[in-house]
């Protein structure tokens, strides 16, 4: 059976300045924004993986990306086998979404929880994570 193997990133959109916003997350909890607007908090996983993170990133308010409109925050899982996982997903009756996506970041695919929230599952690339600072 595929499981999740951690959370690979927290998402959620921003509803104001976001200039503002990634300022009070760098001066009231001690977040180092990256350039690219989010960070990665690097960490060692159980298998010893040596570049593995979590993201943590605001969206533009209207970005589709998260699914529905009205869904303010997307969870990013981590998982060994994307397709199998999506495969199993699907012979459970779960809202898989056909597209996958690949890049040098490792594979995408998404799934909408009963509740209509979207979640993003994410296979890392092979050889680890790149760097995204």
Do not use: C
């Amino acid at each position: 059976m595929e499981r999740v193997q951690g959370i690979g990133g927290i998402f959620f959109k921003n509803r104001g300045d976001k200039a503002a916003l990634l300022a009070w997350y760098r001066d009231a909890l001690g977040i180092p924004v990256a350039s690219w607007g989010g960070f990665n908090f690097r960490w060692a996983d159980m298998q010893g993986a040596e570049h593995a993170s979590t993201t943590w990133s605001p969206f533009d308010a209207d970005s589709d990306y998260f699914g529905r409109a009205d869904q303010q925050w997307m969870v990013n899982f981590r998982v060994a086998d994307l397709h199998a996982m999506l495969a199993q997903l699907r012979a459970a009756g779960a809202d898989v979404q056909d597209r996958v996506d690949e890049s040098e970041y490792g594979k995408f695919g998404w799934v909408t929880d009963p509740q209509g929230n979207r979640i993003e599952l994410w296979e890392p690339p092979p050889g680890g994570e790149p760097d995204a600072d």
